[in-house]
């Protein structure tokens, strides 16, 4: 059976420590912030999922609206 795959909010249960993009900065920022910088409302992060294992983190994109 192939795997699906669908795009969802980032949650606290999503495994982000086992997700790597093969870039340490990106990967640390996703590790460590991204769940943090959704419950300040900083940014929403929604993730890739394989519809088989739902916790694992298959990729990522980050939506924010700033200003400089």
């Known amino acids: 059976m192939p795997a ?11 495994h982000r420590a086992s997700f790597s993009s093969g ?19 900083v940014s929403v992060v929604y993730v890739l999922i394989d519809t088989i294992q739902p916790l694992e983190v298959s990729g ?3 939506l924010s609206a700033a200003t400089i």
């Open 4 to 14: 699906t795959y669908r795009m969802e909010k980032l949650r606290r249960e999503h």
């Open 23 to 41: 870039d340490a900065e990106l990967d640390r920022w996703f590790h460590q912030y991204a769940y943090q910088n959704m419950k300040r409302g």
């Open 60 to 62: 990522f994109y980050t």
